[in-house]
């Protein structure tokens, strides 16, 4: 089942996503945004995450993919907790030049449309480093989610410590969201 947005399609992640999801994954610009640590990765290696991956009901990733440009990014839900009805969010937009061009924004909406409406989940968490403040704006400004917390010093780039910004929206600042600015419709 693939997740559609105005503009995107969020799709399982394929062998032949491979090879540009190893150039991410080796690029320091990219990797200077988001959080978690990174070292070099081989094909090798990406080819034994990529056999790590199941359709389980914990962990779920997909590529990012628009019709005229292909596949631009990868987006998550991880760590659920069906119990607790809630997971973990993160998202990577591989080019510069794809960015600020609402790709993002529909990207967080179809995550979050999937999430609430047909998971059931009632939260979602995020995080990111207290530089990237576009990243911030957009899940805070134009997606409805909360700044919720810091985590001081969690992040070390470039020979020095970053905060961790927290945020999360709950399915009720959701449908608040979309019933306010008629997202779907």
Same mark, same amino acid.
């Given at each position: 089942?693939?997740?559609?947005?105005?503009?995107?399609?969020?799709?399982?992640?394929?062998?032949?996503?491979?090879?540009?999801?190893?150039?991410?994954?080796?690029?320091?610009?990219?990797?200077?945004?988001?959080?978690?640590?990174?070292?070099?990765?081989?094909?090798?290696?990406?080819?034994?995450?990529?056999?790590?991956?199941?359709?389980?009901?914990?962990?779920?990733?997909?590529?990012?993919?628009?019709?005229?440009?292909?596949?631009?990014?990868?987006?998550?839900?991880?760590?659920?907790?069906? $119990? *607790? &009805?809630?997971?973990?969010?993160?998202?990577?937009?591989?080019? /510069? #030049?794809?960015?600020?061009?609402?790709?993002?924004?529909?990207?967080?909406?179809?995550?979050?449309?999937?999430?609430?409406?047909?998971?059931?989940?009632?939260?979602?968490?995020?995080?990111?480093?207290?530089?990237?403040?576009?990243?911030?704006?957009?899940?805070?400004?134009?997606?409805?989610?909360?700044?919720?917390?810091?985590?001081?010093?969690?992040?070390?780039? $470039? *020979? &020095?410590?970053?905060?961790?910004?927290?945020?999360?929206?709950? /399915? #009720?600042?959701?449908?608040?969201?979309?019933?306010?600015?008629?997202?779907?419709?």
């Amino acid at each position: 089942m693939n997740i559609n947005g105005k503009n995107i399609v969020l799709r399982a992640i394929e062998l032949e996503d491979l090879p540009l999801l190893n150039i991410w994954a080796n690029n320091p610009e990219i990797q200077y945004w988001i959080g978690g640590w990174h070292f070099p990765t081989s094909m090798e290696d990406q080819k034994k995450w990529f056999q790590g991956l199941s359709a389980n009901s914990l962990n779920q990733r997909f590529v990012i993919e628009t019709k005229e440009l292909g596949m631009i990014g990868t987006a998550n839900l991880v760590d659920i907790d069906w $119990k *607790n &009805r809630n997971a973990h969010h993160g998202m990577l937009l591989g080019d /510069k #030049e794809i960015r600020g061009k609402g790709f993002a924004v529909d990207t967080v909406m179809a995550i979050m449309k999937y999430a609430f409406e047909e998971l059931g989940l009632n939260r979602l968490d995020g995080s990111m480093i207290e530089y990237n403040e576009a990243s911030l704006k957009m899940y805070t400004e134009k997606c409805g989610w909360k700044r919720e917390g810091v985590r001081r010093n969690w992040y070390f780039r $470039k *020979n &020095r410590y970053w905060d961790s910004i927290i945020v999360g929206i709950t /399915k #009720e600042d959701y449908f608040d969201l979309i019933s306010k600015n008629n997202y779907w419709e």
